[in-house]
Nanobody, 126 residues
């Protein structure tokens, strides 16, 4: 059974940094030529949104609200996805989820991505 386990969340003050990790088991990112991985977040009372994506070729994309502050990366040897979050703002407060899809469907529609972690909470105080 595929498992994605996030870690690295916590409480920080505005302007601080956190590094999220997402380790996969029973699933090898590099095995699928069209694999995509991403970080998503959901704040209380709001819908889930895409934060950052990375595909098998290493191409990344970011939500406008986090560009220049967050960096997504992957380590295939460790089968782990990361996201470095700098200059955090109170509006970044949310539950953060990692997800992956072997078919390149990370658009958060129609049941994709297929595999999701349980989430890690990030709280940024002003």
């Amino acid at each position: 059974q595929v498992q994605l386990v996030e870690s690295g969340g916590g409480s920080v003050q505005s302007g601080g940094s956190l590094r999220l990790s997402c380790e996969a088991s029973q699933y090898t990112f590099s095995r699928y030529s069209r694999n995509c991985m991403g970080w998503f977040r959901q704040a209380p009372g709001k819908g889930r949104e895409v934060v950052a994506l990375i595909n098998a070729g290493g191409t990344t994309s970011y939500a406008e609200s986090v560009k220049g502050r967050f960096t997504i990366s992957q380590d295939n040897a460790k089968n782990t996805l990361y996201m470095q979050m700098n200059s955090l703002k109170p509006e970044d407060t949310a539950m953060y989820y990692c997800a992956t899809d072997p078919f390149g469907r990370c658009d958060d529609t129609n049941g994709h991505p297929l595999y999701w972690g349980q989430g890690t909470q990030v709280t940024v105080s002003s």
